[in-house]
T-cell receptor
Framework: KAGVTQTPRYLIKTRGQQVTLSCSPI?????VSWYQQTPGQGLQFLFE???????NKGNFPGRFSGRQFSNSRSEMNVSTLELGDSALYLC??????????????FGPGTRLTVL | SQELEQSPQSLIVQEGKNLTINCTSS?????LYWYKQKYGEGLIFLMM?????EEKSHEKITAKLDEKKQQSSLHITASQPSHAGIYLC???????????FGSGTRLQVQP
């Protein structure tokens, strides 16, 4: 069974631009979550999607948004990029999204650099 | 909100030595995860513990969740250079269906 895939793996953007990241979960998994990892803040939860609906949201500004398609693939979008958005963005795949019962599998990440 | 504290923050051991990493929570743990991360890469799932007193092993790595479910330990036996990396514990955030993470333990294994 294929693992979680994220594209692209690396991105370089400039301030003010927008970016879209993509995640394909493990086949059969319906929950996709997104996390941001930075050296200063560590891993922080962005949002979770289940069956095309955002079910959960972290404490990030509205510039961060996402969506999920009927095949469970998910995209996240960051508009009006800021230098502080430079980070590793990680996608997490699970069956139904309950961390207490469903194993959370991470993708390889997308490294975003904002200049 | 729940906080996870990992100790030590970094560790250097000689190949073949045993080591233990601890993860302590400010609240009861539900669904405690251990992951390994190579620098700049995604997290590799190691183990998930759910019940107090639970212990799981995979190859030379053993993780335990204590009875009171507020601390977990990760033990590596006969460490190898392939064990080097950052070990992260994660647990369900009590406020929502998401994971909150410790700051990580950086492990170096010297040949």
């Amino acid at each position: 069974k294929a693992g979680v895939t994220q594209t692209p793996r690396y991105l370089i953007k400039t301030r003010g631009q927008q970016v879209t990241l993509s995640c394909s979960p493990i086949s059969g998994h319906r929950s996709v979550s997104w996390y941001q990892q930075t050296p200063g803040q560590g891993l922080q939860f962005l949002f979770e999607y289940f069956s095309e609906t955002q079910r959960n949201k972290g404490n990030f500004p509205g510039r961060f948004s996402g969506r999920q398609f009927s095949n469970s693939r998910s995209e996240m979008n960051v508009s009006t990029l800021e230098l502080g958005d430079s980070a590793l963005y990680l996608c997490v795949s699970s069956l139904a999204g309950n961390p207490s019962t469903d194993t959370q599998y991470f993708g390889p990440g997308t490294r975003l650099t904002v200049l | 909100s729940q906080e996870l504290e990992q100790s030590p923050q970094s560790l250097i051991v000689q190949e073949g030595k045993n080591l233990t990493i601890n993860c302590t929570s400010s609240k009861t743990l539900y669904g405690l995860y251990w992951y390994k991360q190579k620098y700049g890469e995604g997290l590799i799932f190691l183990m998930m513990l759910q019940k107090g007193g639970e212990e799981k092993s995979h190859e030379k790595i053993t993780a335990k969740l204590d009875e009171k479910k507020q601390q977990s330990s990760l033990h590596i036996t006969a460490s190898q250079p392939s064990h080097a990396g950052i070990y992260l514990c994660g647990a369900r955030d009590t406020g929502r269906r998401a994971l909150t993470f410790g700051s990580g333990t950086r492990l170096q294994v010297q040949p």
